[in-house]
């Protein structure tokens, strides 16, 4: 993380700072409840993800977004398995800008063919999938 700050400017340092530095009341009953409860009694709050899930993820809701469907005309389902109809759409898009084999697998063969504006949708369906993290690194211009 430390090389991403080294390309901003003071400014942009600074203001992260001050964002930092001015704190944000975070309300942590629910983490309480959890804590103080027995085993058992409460669900979980937080849903972690793998880096894997979130990127398939993100494929699915850029496919969606440049207006693949699956046989039955309806938006691919985001939910994170490469099935046979998030594959398909895949070909689809590979073929169209030039990968060979289109085989539906998603890798760097694919996003170093993606033209610009196509990464930048692909950025915003990272965020958008993606954990805190992520979001902030977005936010923040950092991805």
């Given at each position: 993380m430390k090389h991403l700050l080294n390309n901003l400017t003071e400014e942009e340092k600074n203001a992260i700072r001050e964002?930092?530095?001015?704190?944000?009341?975070?309300v942590n009953e629910n983490f309480s409840k959890l804590v103080n409860t027995k085993l058992g009694d409460v669900k979980p709050l937080v849903n972690e993800?793998?880096?894997?899930?979130?990127?398939?993820k993100a494929v699915q809701c850029f496919l969606n977004k440049k207006g693949y469907k699956d046989n039955s005309n309806q938006?691919?389902?985001?939910?994170?398995?490469?099935?046979?109809?998030?594959?398909e759409?895949?070909?689809?898009?590979?073929?169209?800008?030039?990968?060979?084999?289109?085989?539906?697998v998603w890798g760097p063969s694919t996003q170093s063919k993606m033209p610009s504006g196509d990464v930048q949708i692909f950025k915003q369906c990272i965020s958008d999938e993606g954990d805190f993290i992520d979001k902030g690194m977005h936010f923040l211009g950092l991805d």
């Amino acid at each position: 993380m430390k090389h991403l700050l080294n390309n901003l400017t003071e400014e942009e340092k600074n203001a992260i700072r001050e964002q930092h530095t001015g704190g944000m009341k975070i309300v942590n009953e629910n983490f309480s409840k959890l804590v103080n409860t027995k085993l058992g009694d409460v669900k979980p709050l937080v849903n972690e993800q793998s880096d894997e899930v979130r990127l398939k993820k993100a494929v699915q809701c850029f496919l969606n977004k440049k207006g693949y469907k699956d046989n039955s005309n309806q938006p691919l389902k985001v939910d994170g398995l490469m099935g046979g109809k998030t594959s398909e759409a895949l070909s689809k898009y590979q073929s169209k800008i030039g990968v060979t084999p289109a085989d539906g697998v998603w890798g760097p063969s694919t996003q170093s063919k993606m033209p610009s504006g196509d990464v930048q949708i692909f950025k915003q369906c990272i965020s958008d999938e993606g954990d805190f993290i992520d979001k902030g690194m977005h936010f923040l211009g950092l991805d």
